[in-house]
């Protein structure tokens, strides 16, 4: 099983509309999450952390159960601009990073 | 520079070689990683540094694979004997070591590398 297993897409949605990324983790001790987005042929770059509490950044939301060992992403009123791959990243208790294999998005006008 | 830098961007070689690519990352920095990322697939750990700590080598998919990290700041990553499959952007990134903000990753762009 790998370490971090997200939703595979690839999603294609209309402007506006809202659309949710899933993503379970496999280590229990593991310490932060986040995610990160990366554009085609482009490095990756922070999105948001994502917080125990869950957390709002714009349109964007994140959520984490840990006793599920799951954490989401969702965004409201999708852009043609929200079009790349999201990756969910998760460190582990010795501070590795793990990333999972990304879920590409599409928004279409 | 401010952000993290890799080189070369783009390396050819030829089957059987020995390449070297090159990290320097964000100054103050201490901990420091290597991913690969082939055409269309996720981020693969390879290496990951912090301080004077022994590296977590647990990702490096063969012996041919090694890397360095030297005075704690710029880091190599080899490759001996080069093989079609280890074409793939090799990704270094780096973040401060703590909670919070402080695990975030900043990524350099990326050494593109093609074996012929």
Known sequence: RKEV?????????????????NCTYSNSASQ????????????????????????????????????????????RDSKLSDSATYLCVVKGERGDMRFGAGTRLTVKP | GAGVSQSPSNKVTEKGKDVELRCDPISGHTALYWYRQSL?????????????????????????????????????????????????VYLCASSLVGGGAKNIQYFGAGTRLSVL
């Open chain 1, 32 to 75: 932060s999450f986040f995610w990160y987005r990366q554009d085609c042929r482009k490095e990756p770059k922070l999105l948001m952390s994502v917080y125990s509490s869950g957390n709002e950044d714009g349109r964007f939301t994140a959520q984490l159960n840990r006793a599920s060992q799951y954490i989401s992403l969702l965004i």
């Open chain 2, 40 to 88: 269309g697939q996720g981020l693969e750990f390879l290496i990951y540094f912090q301080g004077n700590s022994a590296p977590d080598k647990s990702g490096l998919p063969s012996d041919r694979f090694s890397a360095e990290r030297t005075g704690g700041s710029v880091s190599t990553l080899t490759i001996q004997r080069t093989q079609q499959e280890d074409s793939a």
């Open chain 1, 5 to 21: 297993e997200q939703d595979p897409g690839p999603f294609n949605v209309p402007e506006g509309a809202t659309v949710a990324f």
